[in-house]
């Protein structure tokens, strides 16, 4: 009778009588003492790699200049707010390099609120900036946050959204960005706290408190309510860095209050001259939130608080024909891919900007109004057969918008 076959490890070939432990696989073994020499190497590798990684984003990281030089080409003034933007995350860059390394001196984050009225850019500057970065990026819209338990998206499906964008590699998710636009919306009704239930208001913000200063959140992969039993995932929002955008619409009277109170004295009329009535958004501070109705304990944790200007004449004009991607040329681009030639005669961008100014939509405006007067000619031009060319001239433009029911535009 033939002697039993004595195991042996398929790595180094001892049997298990020469080691203390043989692991059993599918189709081999592996001994103790070449388990924790793989574990070693593992460990060696990944660390290697995680020093590469390290090194390349430091060699390939953005300068705050160079981030804002990005952003001029896309979005027109607004220099403040980029200046902010671009320092804020080039700081999120080096903070993510520091937390690989044991420093005693350690960098916290430097959440941003962006406040402007409606067309300004928010929305474009962050869509813009996500084109650069090397981290995951997600916008948001708190409009459709609401408390626990109630008709609407918890709190944690922020955190899914950035998830899905960085393919459920939590360690990748933790270093991301996230933009919040419509911030305003969840403003308290009044300055007063409630004795009963915000739910989309008050309730919203206390929720959004821990993810702001940092903590660990238990997040449904596939968001909250159609899953009940899905597994959570927990994140880290330490070092996520999350930006705030909103219009806070009205918010400049709370502005002009504040401002009205300072000045007493002899020096009051003085004063009153110096304070530029067209656009009292560049004198927000944080006690305007607060008046506005956001909490105290969330405008702590934005401390980097920024404005944006309302766009005049000039820099609307520049927005319809200058960025990469300006109004413009985007309707040039698809005529092109028809094989025809768009051009626009100068006097119907003035025209364009006489209207979006006299209906104070911002940005917005000009695509509204571009594409009101443009609508006929991309319902024609594709089926002419012999079209090879077409120019959009200025008593065409005024015809198309006195066809259309601009009204509805000035009420939008």
């Known amino acids: 009778m033939a002697g039993k076959v004595k195991r042996k490890c398929s790595f180094c070939g ?8 043989l692991i059993t696989g599918v189709d081999g073994f592996i001994c103790n003492e070449c388990a ?3 574990v070693e190497i593992t460990r060696e590798y990944l660390r290697d790699t995680g020093k590469k990684k390290l090194e390349d984003r430091k060699k390939n990281l953005p300068k705050p ?3 804002k030089s990005f952003l001029d080409q896309y979005v027109i003034g607004q220099d403040d707010a980029k200046r902010f933007l671009s320092v804020s995350v080039y700081n999120h860059y080096k903070r993510l390099m520091q937390a690989d390394s044991a420093d005693e001196v350690e960098i916290e984050k430097s959440n941003i609120i962006m406040v402007g009225s409606t067309g300004t850019g928010k929305t474009l500057l962050a869509r813009t900036i996500a084109k650069l970065l090397d981290v995951p990026f997600t916008i948001v819209d708190a409009t459709v946050l609401t408390e626990a338990g109630y008709v609407g998206e918890d709190i944690e499906s922020i955190l899914t959204r950035l998830l899905q964008v960085a393919d459920y590699n939590v360690a990748e998710a933790e270093k991301g960005i996230v933009f919040i636009d419509e911030i305003d919306k969840i403003a308290r009704k009044s300055d007063n706290p409630s004795i009963t239930r915000d739910v989309s208001g008050e309730g919203v913000q ?36 999350f930006i705030c955008g909103g219009a806070f619409d009205g918010i400049e009277k709370k502005i002009a209050q504040r ?31 607060k008046a506005f109705g956001l909490i105290p304990e969330i405008i702590g944790r934005l401390p980097v608080l920024t404005y944006l200007n309302p766009l005049d004449r000039d820099a609307l004009r520049s927005i319809l024909t200058e960025p990469k991607n300006s109004i413009i040329k985007q309707y040039v681009k698809l005529f092109e891919m028809d094989g025809i030639s768009l051009t626009f005669q100068s006097e119907v961008f003035e025209y364009v900007v006489d209207k979006a100014v006299e209906y104070k939509l911002g940005a917005r405006g000009l695509r509204s109004i571009v594409e009101t007067i443009m609508m006929d000619v991309m319902f024609e031009l594709p089926s002419s057969e012999g079209a090879k060319s077409y120019e959009v001239t200025l008593d065409y433009a005024k015809a198309q918008l006195g066809k259309a029911n601009m009204s509805r535009l000035q009420n939008a």
């Open 14 to 21: 001892r049997t298990d009588s020469e080691v203390a432990l």
């Open 36 to 38: 924790e020499q793989a």
């Open 65 to 67: 200049k160079e981030i």
């Open 259 to 289: 401002l009205n109170t300072h000045v007493v004295g002899y020096n009051a009329v003085n004063n009153v001259s110096k304070i530029d009535k067209s656009n009292m958004m560049q004198y927000i501070a944080p006690q305007d939130l």
């Open 206 to 241: 206390q929720g959004l408190l821990k993810l702001l200063e940092g903590s660990v959140v238990n997040v449904p992969p596939q968001g909250g309510r159609k899953h009940p039993d899905q597994k959570m995932i927990p994140v880290n929002t330490k070092n996520i860095l």
